[in-house]
């Protein structure tokens, strides 16, 4: 049984089969393994290499197409995986969502997100939730 350890600011719950929301929107789908080995689509991924590669994925969707995955889905392939790997895995996920906002934020507006008005985050919190979702 797959566990899936997301909420999205909007409210509404993604279906748990698959990667696609209702409106065809994919999502990114980190599968951890019991062996504690995580899998993105058919790349495998290091712990120690997690938040680098989600933000990379976040932030070249962006620029390539101005749009990102909807979600993140975060899932154990079997319920015998160790909760602390899960514990490292959002973690990792929540580092690698802040580094894709902050790299957004200084390629849309030269400034650390931190540093523009409420306008423009309340634009980016819209436009992106995926980097605002909660995990875990």
Known sequence: MRTILFLLLSAFVLPKTGTATPGGKPGLEVKVHESGTITVGRDTV??????????????????????????????????????????????????????ALTELSLEKYKRLYENIDKKKKSRLQKQFPVLFQAIG
Not at 63 to 80: A, D, R, S, Y
């Open 46 to 99: 290091g712990s120690d290499e997690l938040a680098r590669y989600i933000q990379t994925r976040l932030f070249k969707s962006y620029l390539g197409t101005g749009q990102m995955p909807i979600g993140i889905f975060v899932t154990k392939v079997t319920e015998n995986v160790p909760v602390v790997v899960m514990e490292v895995v959002v973690k990792e996920v929540q580092e690698g969502q802040r580094r």
